[in-house]
């Protein structure tokens, strides 16, 4: 077998899953021990799209590892002047050990690590974002003593981040409830392989355009921006859309007493969640995007160990 990527959630097994969040807890433990984890290891980061978790947590967890990274913006390549992405993986491997790459089209990033003969990591693609559905997983798991039964409720936009957290929740046994504004709804392939993993785990997944339907009682709200990067046009359109998928006080109402809030930064507040909820007792989205550093040193660690 060649060497392995993560380009979607949909790539790991389930004991892959759970090894990493496994990881990711040690890491987060005991990180001194985690300071020769890939030494000498050469790793780019190519963003073609602007971002601060993804970056500099990937940033910090190679150097933090005994790694070296380079960050290159696209615009810095060669791919900002044409060269196609197979090319470029093609070279870069000679050099590198592995890729970060946070890139448009998922098919973009499927040529570019096929091309590739190390290990290729999404950072976020139009499709998915796995990087941060690792995070969410253990930082529900560090919340909750655990993931699998929990109702986990995603209200907004049924984007890249609804897929993978649809991906992995229904993998690790949780009911995962989306609530998207009709049109908005994750991707139908998407919610299959997700239906099929929740067979196996005995989780569940809903799909719905009633917030109430996915909130009630729900152990986990958590929500996203209405205008991914790429959208800023239809950012008036959707606010109007979208203005009855809130998280909100009144949402809150309707889930479980201890309920956790997420949201995957960055947060608008006034639009996707208000502020009361986004800077209130039940957010936990500071330690969430903390997770990110752990979950990334230990799928780093993963595949280039
Ligand atoms: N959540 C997330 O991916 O944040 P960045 O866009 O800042 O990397």
């Known amino acids: 077998m060649g060497e392995r990527d993560f380009l979607s959630i949909a790539d790991l097994a389930t004991g892959e899953l759970v090894d990493l969040l496994d990881g990711a807890d040690k890491a987060k433990a005991r990180p001194s021990s985690w300071s020769s984890k890939i030494k000498g290891n050469q790793v780019a980061l190519i963003f073609e799209k602007p971002s601060t978790r993804t970056r500099v947590s990937f940033e910090v967890a190679v150097t933090s590892m005994g790694g070296h990274a380079i960050i290159l913006r696209s615009d810095e390549l060669q791919l900002g002047r044409g060269e196609?992405?197979?090319?470029t993986g093609r070279v870069l491997t000679r050099?590198?050990?592995?890729?970060?790459?946070?890139?448009?089209?998922?098919?973009?990033?499927?040529?570019?690590?096929?091309?590739?003969?190390?290990?290729?990591?999404?950072?976020?693609?139009?499709?998915?974002?796995?990087?941060?559905?690792?995070a969410d997983m253990q930082t529900i798991r560090e919340k909750k003593g655990g993931l699998e039964g929990l109702s986990l409720a995603y209200v907004g936009d049924g984007n890249n981040v609804a897929h993978s957290l649809l991906l992995a929740g229904s993998k690790l046994g949780m009911h995962v409830r989306v609530a998207t504004p009709a049109g908005y709804a994750p991707r139908s392939d998407i919610v299959l392989m997700s239906q099929q993993n929740a067979i196996d785990s005995g989780g569940s997944v809903t799909i719905t355009e009633v917030v109430a339907e996915a909130i009630s009682g729900a152990d986990v709200?958590?929500?996203?921006v209405w205008a991914s990067m790429g959208q800023e046009s239809e950012s008036q359109a959707r606010t109007e859309v979208f203005e009855r998928f809130q998280l909100n006080s009144d949402a809150l109402a309707l889930a479980d007493d201890e309920v956790i809030v997420m949201h995957?930064?960055?947060?608008?507040?006034?639009?996707?969640?208000?502020?009361?909820?986004?800077?209130?007792?039940?957010?936990?989205?500071?330690?969430?995007?903390?997770?990110?550093?752990?979950?990334?040193?230990?799928?780093?660690?993963?595949?280039?160990?």
């Open 95 to 134: 050099y590198v050990d592995a890729l970060v790459v946070r890139t448009f089209e998922q098919e973009r990033l499927e040529k570019l690590a096929s091309a590739s003969n190390v290990p290729v990591i999404n950072a976020l693609s139009d499709r998915s974002h796995p990087c941060q559905a690792l």
């Open 264 to 305: 995957c930064l960055p947060a608008h507040r006034g639009e996707e969640i208000s502020r009361d909820v986004m800077d209130g007792s039940r957010s936990v989205v500071w330690d969430q995007a903390e997770n990110r550093l752990h979950t990334q040193k230990a799928l780093l660690a993963w595949l280039l160990g």
């Open 221 to 224: 709200l958590y929500t996203d």
């Open 84 to 87: 196609t992405v197979e090319d």
